[in-house]
C-alpha cells in the first residue's frame, strides 16, 4: 500500500509563498494523474489542483488560477505544489493523492496522509 507524505506547510503572511512537497512510499506515481486537495477549518476537502502522469497538462481550482502551480517529478517521485500571493482563505491541510481520473471531481485513489498544515495570516 502506497504511504503518501506532504511537506513543506507552514505559517506564512498573506501576499507569500510556500512549496508544498508530496512524496511516496511503498509505491510509485508514475503513470498516475496527481492531485492536490485541502481541507479548510471546519468545511470538507476540497479539489485544489491536479496534474496529469506526463505533466503536460494540469488544471486548478478556481480560486487558486493564476497563484498556484503544480509540477512533478517522476523520477524522484514526487509532486510539488508552489503556492504564490497565499490568501487568509488559503489556510487548509493540504492533501495529495493519486486520481482515478484526471478531473477535479475524481476519487482518490490510495488512503490519505497526515497532510501539511498551510496557515496565512493577515
Known amino acids: 500500500q502506497v504511504q503518501l507524505v506532504e511537506s513543506g506547510g507552514g505559517l506564512v503572511q498573506a501576499g507569500g509563498s510556500l512549496r508544498l512537497s508530496c512524496a511516496a512510499s511503498g509505491g510509485t506515481f508514475n503513470g498516475y494523474d496527481m492531485g492536490w486537495f485541502r481541507q479548510p477549518p471546519g468545511k470538507e476537502r476540497e479539489f485544489v489542483a491536479a496534474?496529469?502522469?506526463?505533466?503536460?497538462?494540469?488544471i486548478f481550482e478556481d480560486s487558486v488560477k493564476g497563484r498556484f502551480t503544480i509540477s512533478r517529478d517522476n523520477g524522484k517521485n514526487t509532486v510539488f505544489l508552489q503556492m504564490n500571493n497565499l490568501k487568509t482563505e488559503d489556510t487548509a491541510v493540504y492533501y495529495c493523492?493519486?486520481?482515478?481520473?484526471?478531473?477535479?471531481?475524481?476519487?482518490?485513489?490510495?488512503?490519505w496522509g497526515q497532510g501539511t498544515q498551510v496557515t496565512v495570516s493577515s
Open positions: 493523492n493519486a486520481l482515478l481520473q484526471f478531473s477535479e471531481y475524481s476519487a482518490p485513489i490510495w488512503n
Open positions: 496534474i496529469r502522469w506526463s505533466g503536460g497538462l494540469t
